[in-house]
């Protein structure tokens, strides 16, 4: 039996808080060990955050945001990162993967998430140029990257339901040997990262979770729950 904490508030009208305890519980199967899904309420993250997440095999950041506490949400990231636990960032997970990293490890700590603070002088996540909202669309695997290793292909066929990603402006962060940029759109637009130094530590835009809803695993929630099995 694993554990995985789910950061995020959970409500059942989520498309994606509906798929991911059916996601674990494929990857479970396939990599042959239960896994114990528990949603932690940003709410509660508050203080010293080891005391909520150090039973956890894993940690999942999950979309819907803005959270009730996105500090919360950030030290449960920053927590993972610094500790090496596996770590799964979709959708707004993705978005405060990168919001952590560029403030506590680039020491940017004025970046701020345009839907919270809409006049922020460093905006690093922003609307998006074309909303993607219950649509799919392409993602392109960089060739050098773990995450392209893990579908096994170069291109992927993703979900959305998101408005907002990346300043393109601040692109030029993440082309450290750190964290690195692992999958864009057709547009160039950057869909997926990856920290290098860290055994398991992936964010991606799109929700690989919804494949569950359809009954069938996913590569990436695979490799996800068995980097938390080894840990």
Excluded at 25 to 39: D, F, N, S
Excluded at 96 to 123: K, Q, S
Excluded at 154 to 169: A, M
Aim: charged share 20%.
């Amino acid at each position: 039996m694993i554990r995985i904490g789910l950061i995020g508030d959970f409500n059942p009208r989520v498309t994606a808080h509906r798929a991911i305890p059916l996601a674990l519980q494929l990857a479970g199967e396939r990599a042959g060990c239960a896994v114990e899904p528990t949603w932690l309420h940003t709410s509660t993250l508050r203080g010293d955050v080891s005391e909520h997440l150090a039973g956890f095999a894993g940690l999942w950041c999950v979309p819907a945001s803005p959270y009730a506490n996105s500090e919360g949400a950030l030290a449960a990231i920053g927590y993972a990162r610094q500790c090496g636990m596996a770590f799964l960032g979709t959708c707004g997970g993705f978005q405060y993967a990168l919001l952590e990293y560029i403030r506590n490890v680039l020491g940017m700590h004025e970046a701020e998430h345009a839907e919270e603070t809409p006049d922020a002088a460093l905006a690093l996540l922003s609307p998006l140029s074309c909303a993607l909202v219950e649509k799919a669309d392409c993602i392109m695997l960089a060739g050098n990257s773990r995450l392209r290793r893990i579908y096994g292909v170069s291109e992927v066929q993703e979900e959305y339901h998101c408005r907002y990603g990346l300043n393109p402006v601040y692109e030029q962060l993440l082309s450290s040997d750190h964290m690195s940029i692992c999958g864009r759109d057709r547009r160039g637009e950057v869909r997926a990262v990856e920290l290098q130094s860290h055994p398991f530590f992936f964010a991606t835009l799109f929700q690989p979770e919804r494949a569950a809803l359809r009954g069938k695993g996913h590569p990436l929630v695979n490799a996800f729950v068995a980097a938390a099995a080894a840990s």
